[in-house]
C-alpha cells in the first residue's frame, strides 16, 4: 500500500472520530478510541491507533493514562512534549470545570441585592457601560453579560443583542443595568424608550424583565422602584413620558426628589 494510501486512510478514520464525538460526544468510544481523538491533535500524519494501545497498557486504564503525569508520559515511546501536555491537561480542565460548577452563584434575593450587584459590575467605568444580568428561575445569576459601551440612545442594537444574551444563556428572567459616568441616576427619555422597547421583545420570547437599574457616582436607581416598571395584563411595560424629553426628564426628577 502507498504512503499517500495510508495517510489518506489515517485521515479517513480520524474523521469518523471527530463525527461520532460531534454527533453523541463520547458516548459508545472505547478507550483506546478516545485516546485516538486526543492525540490525533497532537501527532499528525501517523497512525496513532498503535500508541493509544501502548498508553493504555502502560497505565492501565484510561483514567490513570490521563492522571499521568507529562514527564510519565514522554517515558512512553512515541509521546512527546505537546502529546503529554495535551493528554495531562484533560484531568487538569475537569478539575476546573468542577471547581467552577461548585462554586456558588449569587443570588439576588431583594431589591438592595440588585442595586449592590450592579454598582459592583459598573464600578470604576468611565464610559457607559451596559449589562444584561441573566437569572435562573431561584434568582441565580447564570451570567453578568457586558453587551455594549457607549450611550444607550446611540446603540441601535440593544434590543437584538439583549435577545441573543437571554437566550443563549437560557434565562429565565434578566435586569438591565447601565451607568452614567458623572451623572445622576435619573433615566433620560432614552433610556426609558429602550426599556419599553426591551420589555415588549422579551415578553415574546417569555422572559420576565425584572428591573433596569442606573448607576451613577456609587449610587443606583431601580426603574422598577419608581414605578417606571409595572405589571400589566399583556406582560410586563414602561410607564414613560410621552412628552419632549426634557420635560421628561424634569417629571422623574420632582419624582425622586419628592421622595428624599
Avoid: W
Avoid at 440593544?158 to 434578566?174: D, K
Avoid at 457616582?217 to 405589571?231: K, P, R, V, Y
Wanted: glycine residues 8%; proline residues 3%.
Amino acid at each position: 500500500m502507498s504512503e499517500h494510501k495510508v495517510q489518506h486512510d489515517h485521515a479517513g478514520h480520524r474523521k469518523r472520530l471527530r463525527d461520532r464525538f460531534c454527533a453523541n460526544g463520547l458516548d459508545g468510544f472505547a478507550p483506546h478510541e478516545t485516546l485516538e481523538l486526543i492525540l490525533s491533535y497532537a501527532i499528525p500524519r501517523c497512525n496513532v491507533n498503535p500508541l493509544a494501545h501502548q498508553l493504555l497498557k502502560r497505565f492501565g486504564s484510561l483514567h490513570n493514562t490521563l492522571d499521568a503525569s507529562v514527564e510519565e508520559l514522554q517515558q512512553v515511546e512515541g509521546i512527546g512534549e505537546y502529546a503529554a501536555v495535551l493528554i495531562s491537561l484533560f484531568a487538569a480542565v475537569a478539575a476546573k470545570y468542577e471547581e467552577s460548577r461548585e462554586m456558588e452563584m449569587p443570588v439576588l434575593r431583594n431589591r438592595g441585592d440588585m442595586e449592590r450587584h450592579c454598582i459592583r459590575l459598573l464600578k470604576g467605568c468611565r464610559e457607559e457601560h451596559f449589562y444584561v444580568v441573566c437569572l435562573n428561575g431561584q434568582m441565580e445569576v447564570l451570567a453578568d453579560a457586558l453587551i455594549a459601551r457607549g450611550s444607550i440612545g446611540e446603540v441601535k442594537t440593544y434590543p437584538r443583542i439583549v435577545a441573543e444574551t437571554a437566550l443563549r444563556y437560557n434565562a429565565h428572567s434578566v435586569i438591565l443595568c447601565h451607568n452614567h459616568p458623572g451623572g445622576t441616576v435619573i433615566p433620560s427619555a432614552a433610556d426609558m424608550e429602550t426599556t419599553a422597547n426591551l420589555i415588549s421583545m422579551l415578553n415574546m420570547l417569555e422572559i420576565r424583565l425584572i428591573d433596569h437599574i442606573i448607576v451613577a457616582g456609587g449610587a443606583a436607581m431601580s426603574m422598577n422602584d419608581e414605578g417606571l416598571i409595572q405589571t400589566q395584563t399583556s406582560g410586563y411595560a414602561i410607564e414613560r413620558n410621552r412628552a419632549a424629553n426634557s420635560a421628561g426628564e424634569i417629571l422623574i426628577s420632582r419624582k425622586l426628589a419628592g421622595k428624599k
